[in-house]
């Protein structure tokens, strides 16, 4: 993923509302910014962290910037804006990086499903094969006490536990169904269900691996030029490690 135009820098001030962000730019001036994501953000929005932002062309806009990547003070890059990771995802299928998801002729987004009435971010088709529904999220809570663990959620989310219900049913409906994890935080390189932060999601997670929901994780690089997902990671469940397939 490439930013047109390239993005802008400043540092943190401090995240507030949910939605918004103060930012210093380097002339000074204090702006604020839009900031699409509803979690925590626990270690992606410490004051003093470098913010690089994007700027929208639409003029109806009351806060034009968007909060896309931060750059900590301890030297790791995350992509904090969670609207990318469909984005991303979409790509890594498209350009073939994720294996596990290729052999389909038809990739749609946003598909209503389930009885829940959710929209599923990713629905892949072919005629030789079932529906395969693919749930993404976003994973940017590092564990700065053990090396490398990430973990997800980073705050109780009653809408990942409806989303891991829905895969569920899909699954025994006798469709594929997907749960996958994007890494875009450069320190993370295994994953894990936060039981600590959301026991529910971690008990309907397992709930939905034992009745054959399948778990992929993903990481994103990060370069000057952008970001993508490049490389699976292990995922961690109940102590019991899911390595990633061989590259």
């Known amino acids: 993923m490439h930013f047109k135009p390239s993005l802008q820098t400043g540092t943190l001030i401090k995240r507030y509302k949910r939605f918004l962000a103060d930012i210093e730019l380097s002339d000074g001036e204090v702006r604020t910014i839009h900031c699409a994501n509803t979690g925590a953000m626990t270690g992606c929005a410490t004051p003093g962290d470098t ?72 629905l892949l088709n072919s005629e030789d094969k079932p529906h395969c529904y693919v749930e993404v999220k976003s994973v940017t809570l590092l564990d700065d006490t053990e090396d ?21 049913e899909m699954a025994n409906n006798g469709s594929r169904a997907v749960l996958l994890f994007t890494v875009l935080h450069s320190g993370i390189e295994k994953v894990s269900a936060a039981h600590h932060i959301d026991a529910n999601y971690s008990k309907l997670l397992d709930q939905a691996i034992q009745q054959g929901v399948e778990v992929l994780c993903y990481k994103a690089e990060f370069s000057e030029d952008g970001f993508s997902l490049e490389s699976a990671v292990e995922f961690i469940n109940n102590s019991k490690k899911v390595m990633p397939p061989s590259q």
């Open 51 to 122: 913010v690089l932002y994007s700027t929208s062309d639409n003029t109806k806009r009351k806060y034009p910037n968007s909060w896309e990547l931060t750059q900590t003070q301890a030297g790791h890059s995350i992509c904090v804006n969670t609207v990318r990771a469909n984005q991303l995802a979409v790509d890594a299928i498209n350009n073939g990086v994720i294996k596990e998801l290729q052999g389909y002729k038809e990739l749609k987004t946003e598909v209503k499903y389930g009885s829940e009435n959710s929209r599923i971010d990713i």
């Open 148 to 168: 490398g663990q990430g973990y997800f959620p980073d705050t109780v989310t009653t809408r990942g536990q409806k989303h891991l219900r829905e895969l569920t």
